[in-house]
């Protein structure tokens, strides 16, 4: 099992353009989690989703932040018209569900750059 | 809303020496806490958490309650073991982890 995946491990952008962080979860893994670690900093809940459902948003920004797990493919995190404060490494989990004892297992984050 | 509060961001250390990584929270529910270990080039993983009460790599970590803490020990550190260390805090039947700003351990020879 290769674990959690998310790519581009790096990514810079200018100020104004889009960023896209996917996470492809562990095999058997229907849930998904995104945090984010800004610096000097310890990692904060953005969102958890399942499969084509966003169960709990509450850590995301109000604005040109969205996320989606759909029925095939990676977990997208999207991020329009980035800003110098969204400089930060992006982390995604997966859990096999939702009950307490399961464990996230985290990837290796993406290191998102604005200039 | 809970809060997890690491309130050392470096610790050094000696080879041999013991070392506890303070943790506390705050939360008026029923937690479950966890230590979660990043070394170097490596990906965040799990270290240990309260309900298993079982000691992983020499570390061991105690709930408690009264005082809201949940600190990390060892009695003797290993080079190995400098890494960061972040403390977590999820709610009973939740799904989010709350993080620590996290600490750095460093185990010098």
């Known amino acids: 099992n290769a674990g959690v995946m998310q790519n581009p491990r790096h990514l810079v952008r200018r100020r104004g353009q889009e960023a896209r962080l996917r996470c492809s979860p562990m095999k058997g893994h229907s849930h998904v989690y995104w945090y984010r670690q800004l610096p000097e900093e310890g990692l904060k809940f953005m969102v958890y989703?399942?499969?084509?459902?966003?169960?709990?948003e509450s850590g995301m920004p109000k604005e040109r932040f969205s996320a989606e797990f759909p029925k095939e493919g990676p977990s997208i995190l999207r991020i329009q018209q980035v800003v110098r404060g969204d400089s930060a490494a992006y982390f995604c989990?997966?859990?096999?569900?939702?009950?307490?004892?399961?464990?996230?297992?985290f990837g290796p984050g993406t290191r998102l750059t604005v200039l | 809303a809970q809060r997890v509060t690491q309130p050392e961001k470096l610790l050094s250390v000696f080879k041999g020496a013991p070392v506890e990584l303070k943790c506390n929270y705050s939360y008026s529910g029923s937690p479950e806490l966890f230590w979660y270990v990043q070394y170097s080039r490596q990906r965040l993983q799990l270290l240990l958490r309260h309900i298993s009460r079982e000691s992983i790599k020499g570390f061991t970590a105690d709930l408690n309650k009264g005082e809201t803490s949940f600190h990390l020990k060892k009695p003797f550190a290993q080079e190995e073991d400098s890494a960061m260390y972040y403390c977590?805090?999820?709610?009973?039947?939740?799904?989010?982890?709350?993080f620590g700003g996290g600490t750095r351990v460093l185990v010098k020879p």
């Open positions: 989703l399942q499969k084509e459902n966003i169960i709990d």
């Open positions: 977590a805090l999820r709610r009973a039947a939740g799904n989010k982890l709350t």
């Open positions: 989990a997966s859990s096999p569900g939702p009950h307490s004892a399961n464990e996230q297992f």
